[in-house]
């Protein structure tokens, strides 16, 4: 089975990983699909600069993930052929397509998760029996925000390893990403 975690990784962070290796103890392989545009219009990083901190997430995480990770840049691709809004739905039905496979799951972080929020999904009922999701919980409690924040409170590379991985602090310390509004 092939599990899909799609999100703004605005930046990846400690929870994203915790994520991941819960949910890769039912997968093969996972896909990371980064947003290119979000469906609930956040503010993110710009798409190219999300690569980057997805590629040094991977090289920092992947030792700890029991199955292979691989960034899909399906979303930008889906833009480029008129799609707009993106949504989760149309997003595994292009991936189901492109790899001619019928075994992906959806993998949902807690706060996607819960029913509240799960329904507004677009086609949320349509992706549960086609695809099915893999629900993990919130053992890390550290997001994005959080990891922004610490960045514009001006924590050191070192500090913001509480919060992510050394590869993604030293790519934002480095370019001196989230120390504004980014």
């Not at 292009?94 to 999904?121: C, H, M, R, V, Y």
């Not at 053992?139 to 993604?168: C, H, M, Y």
Request: charged share 20%.
């Amino acid at each position: 089975m092939i599990g899909v975690f799609g999100s703004a990784f605005n930046p990846p962070t400690l929870g994203h990983k915790s994520a991941i290796q819960q949910a890769a103890l039912q997968c093969d392989k996972i896909i990371l699909v980064p947003s290119a545009s979000h469906a609930f219009g956040k503010k993110m990083l710009a798409y190219d600069l999300r690569l980057q901190l997805l590629k040094h997430f991977i090289s920092d995480i992947q030792p700890d993930v029991p199955c292979p990770l691989e960034v899909s840049t399906i979303e930008s691709q889906m833009i480029a052929a008129g799609y707009q809004p993106i949504y989760t739905f149309d997003v595994l039905q292009q991936l189901e397509n492109k790899l001619n496979t019928d075994q992906l799951k959806f993998i949902l972080g807690p706060d996607n998760a819960a029913p509240s929020t799960w329904g507004k999904f677009y086609k949320s009922q349509e992706i549960d029996q086609n695809w099915g999701k893999i629900e993990c919980n919130e053992a890390v409690k550290i997001r994005s925000t959080n990891l922004r924040d610490a960045v514009k409170a001006g924590n050191t590379e070192a500090q913001l390893w509480n919060f992510t991985t050394p590869g993604v602090a030293r790519f934002i310390c480095d370019n001196g990403l989230y120390n504004a509004d980014d």
